[in-house]
């Protein structure tokens, strides 16, 4: 910086060599004596002209702050200690009253990241902090009860997993031989008739699960899909799972 | 949410008492329900590039004007404030500067600050803001000018040259 003042501020009170007028001056906040004392010290100092060159660049954006808060004390304002509280009370709210959302949110992330490395990169599972997203959904259909089915007429293997929870069922779902591109979804059906949607999913062109088991190299799509969702049934009233594209299409049924 | 919070909840407050007439205790609602609805959507707004600040003050502003006019359909409250008519585009373009600006004062010492709050901004002269400091006048003088010092390479951080 090539200021005219010294690096500390006012190490002589007593020594006040005029160049600090600058700023007041720039700011239109000397009086009228002071503002002509420092006119004159102007004409005659090079390093005063060219500071406050750069000090006057400020002015048109104070004068902007200053002109949209015409009570000083705004400018200021800080939010109480009790503002935290209140936002931190909303979020564990949030969490609690969420939590069957969040888990069909996770359920998509997870699927994301499972359709593939690039569509899912932005997502990094934050909610489920402790696993990769696709390990995740794995461990919750490893810890379930499994049934699963092979279609007689598409071939795809589901296999669900499922878990009581106080809301409901816990839905995990291994899915595997079934070529994309698909869009698909998981819906319970109860035996009342009635239908609930657990999570939806895309099927890349690669497909999933797809390993013939001839010992070729394993590649991508050779992994089945694990995903994972909720229904609000209870377990017993669930009579069957199906798998459909979004279009309607069967692709597989698990019987309870 | 506490470094959303700690990050933006005192520029957006700022934002926001101007857009309520200073009404601190709605502010704080509107700063809360906005940090909030931010919160809920986390993912998406850190996956945006830049700041999440033009997205906080839509938002805010969504909701003050909300706010607004369901205080309205009330027939006895009166309330100043038309806040559709301004273009909103312009409007959050300021108010970014104008939270940059706001950051850029918050980087200043405290006697740094009041300096600046003591003369420019309550239409003081530096020896009438001496005298209500109780301090020299060379004292005022010098904190605003290594005041505006300091402004000037905090804002050249933030990306805003003056």
């Avoid at chain 1, 010290?41 to 048109?60: I, S, V």
């Avoid at chain 1, 200690?81 to 998509?108: F, H, I, K, M």
């Avoid at chain 2, 008519?85 to 970014?96: N, Q, S, T, V, Y």
Wanted: aromatic fraction near 4%; include cysteine.
């Amino acid at each position: 910086m090539n200021g005219p003042a010294p690096d500390h501020e006012h190490p002589h009170p007593h020594r006040d060599d005029g160049h600090t007028a600058v700023g007041p001056y720039a700011l239109g906040v000397l009086d009228e004596a002071d503002a002509a004392r420092f006119e004159e010290h102007l004409a005659d100092c090079p390093r005063c002209a060219a500071e406050l060159d750069e000090l006057m660049g400020l002015t048109p954006l104070l004068a902007e702050l200053k002109e949209s808060t015409p009570d000083p004390a705004l400018l200021t304002a800080r939010p109480g200690p009790e503002l935290l509280d209140r936002v931190l009370d909303d979020v564990t709210a949030t969490r609690r009253a969420g939590r069957v959302r969040r888990l069909c949110l996770v359920a998509a992330a997870v699927a994301l990241i499972v359709a593939g490395p690039f569509a899912g990169a932005a997502l990094t599972a934050r909610d489920v902090p402790d696993h990769s997203g696709a390990s995740a959904a794995k461990q919750m259909y490893e810890e379930g009860d499994k049934t699963g089915a092979v279609d007689p007429v598409t071939k795809v293997d589901a296999t669900v997993s499922l878990q009581n929870k106080p809301w409901g069922t816990h839905v995990a779902l291994k899915l595997g031989n079934v070529k994309g591109p698909l869009a698909c979804d998981l819906v319970a059906v109860g035996r009342n008739g009635q239908e609930q949607t657990v999570t939806t999913w895309a099927v890349p062109a690669s497909g999933y699960g797809l390993d013939k088991g001839d010992g070729s190299p394993p590649k991508w799509g050779a992994e089945p899909l694990y995903t994972h969702g909720g229904a609000a049934f209870e377990r017993g009233d669930i009579a069957r799972f199906e798998v459909r594209t979004l279009d309607g299409k069967h692709l597989a049924t698990v019987k309870m | 949410m506490r470094s959303l919070y700690e990050e933006h909840a005192g520029p957006l407050l700022a934002f926001v008492l101007r857009l309520v007439a200073g009404d601190r205790q709605r502010a704080e609602d509107v700063v809360q329900e906005t940090l909030l609805r931010a919160w809920r959507n986390a993912d998406q707004l850190r996956g945006a590039a830049g700041s999440v600040r033009p997205w906080l003050v839509t938002v805010a502003r969504r909701i003050v004007i909300d706010n607004h006019r369901s205080r309205q359909s009330r027939p006895r409250e009166v309330d100043p404030g038309p806040l559709e008519l301004m273009p909103a585009a312009d409007e959050i373009d300021r108010a970014l500067r104008l939270m940059t600006i706001s950051d850029a004062l918050g980087d200043l010492s405290e006697a740094h600050r009041e300096a600046l709050i003591e003369t420019y901004f309550k239409g003081r002269t530096v020896s009438e803001a001496a005298q209500a400091l109780g301090v020299p006048a060379g004292t005022v003088r010098s904190r605003v000018f290594y005041a505006l010092r300091s402004l000037k390479l905090s804002l050249e951080e933030r990306g805003v040259t003056a």
